[in-house]
């Protein structure tokens, strides 16, 4: 009992940030403490509780089946801590700290990163960290604070909400259509190649949106950056599939095929239910909210997606191109 009696916040806290980085380094880095810091933590979290936590190998750490059991405990600890340090912060009157915002590359880069000025001339002292991943983010293991997605992720204790939904549709670059001609129907792409992701490193099913239209296409160059697919088709190698937001004020990207063919994808905003009401958290979702539904480029109509289906399925089918 005397050593479950040593057992502090500090050690759990450790223990959450490596179980969830998976390394003693992840951890470190996180907390801005050394390597051997968190070891002896560690250390001491077990003696405490009289278990070991992890399995130790040379890929890092992974939680066994005690430390799965103390994770939910952890979690739930860190989320009453969180809830508590709120409730006394909310009755200050200044909105002050940091809200850490995940979303996709593109989104982030293209769209996101020059609208938040205003949310900054309106709370000064409210930061925004902006993290951009190839993958889904998890708010329940605090990865973030605020995760904006393209579906509604699947988990309890998340609350997710519908922004609204863009549309994707092709460009090509001038030099490019001068050469290879401009497609009057579906049919015409055969004769086209494409720019598109990495099939092997993609992560998230729903950047898969050349999929949605077009059926083996022959494809003349790949990246995991949407950015660089889209300079790269801007260079003239082809067509690729992009969405309105990514190409606003790019003349040199002309629309192919969009009265035919196009797709649309949802935007979703996803944040921890204990954290939901916290009112820095409430600042930037509710500003993400605004600005979401105030823009058309943000409010495609969902029956785009039904109309593409009208035209594409049937007989003829997802539109087919052979690589090969």
Not at 85 to 90: E, L, S, Y
Not at 172 to 194: I, K, N, T, V, W
Not at 197 to 217: A, E, G, K
Request: hydrophobic letters at 45%; a neutral charge.
């Amino acid at each position: 009992m005397q050593e479950f009696n040593s057992l502090d916040w500090d050690d759990l806290k450790i223990f959450l940030h490596a179980a969830r980085g998976g390394s003693l380094g992840s951890a470190a880095r996180r907390l801005r403490v050394d390597q051997s810091t968190i070891s002896r933590r560690i250390a001491h979290l077990e003696c405490a509780l009289g278990a070991a936590l992890f399995e130790r190998s040379s890929q890092g750490l992974r939680v066994n089946e005690t430390g799965e059991r103390l994770l939910c405990h952890a979690e739930r600890i860190e989320s009453a801590v969180i809830a508590m340090h709120q409730d006394v912060q909310r009755g200050g009157s200044r909105m002050a700290g940091r809200v850490r915002l995940a979303t996709m590359e593109g989104i982030a880069s293209l769209y996101l990163a020059f609208r938040f000025a205003p949310l900054r001339q309106r709370y000064p002292d409210l930061t925004v960290e902006l993290l951009t991943s190839p993958q889904a983010v998890s708010v329940n293991r605090r990865e973030a604070d605020l995760f904006l997605s393209f579906f509604r992720p699947p988990g309890q204790g998340m609350v997710s909400e519908r922004l609204g939904s863009f549309q994707l549709g092709l460009y090509g670059s001038q030099d490019y259509l001068a050469r290879e001609g401009m497609p009057e129907r579906p049919a015409d792409l055969a004769r086209h190649s494409f720019v598109t992701y990495i099939d092997d490193l993609i992560q998230l099913d729903s950047v898969r949106w050349l999929d949605d239209i077009i059926r083996n296409p022959p494809v003349s160059f790949h990246s995991n950056s949407m950015i660089a697919q889209m300079n790269a088709a801007a260079g003239g190698i082809g067509l690729v599939l992009l969405p309105s937001f990514a190409v606003a004020g790019r003349p040199d990207l002309v629309p192919v095929l969009h009265e035919k063919m196009s797709t649309t994808r949802d935007v979703w905003i996803n944040v921890h239910s204990d954290l939901q009401f916290v009112p820095r958290i409430r600042a930037v979702s509710s500003y993400l909210k605004a600005m979401f539904k105030s823009d058309p480029l943000m409010q495609a109509d969902a029956s785009g997606r039904k109309m593409l289906d009208a035209l594409l399925v049937g007989d003829a089918g997802t539109v087919a191109l052979q690589s090969g």
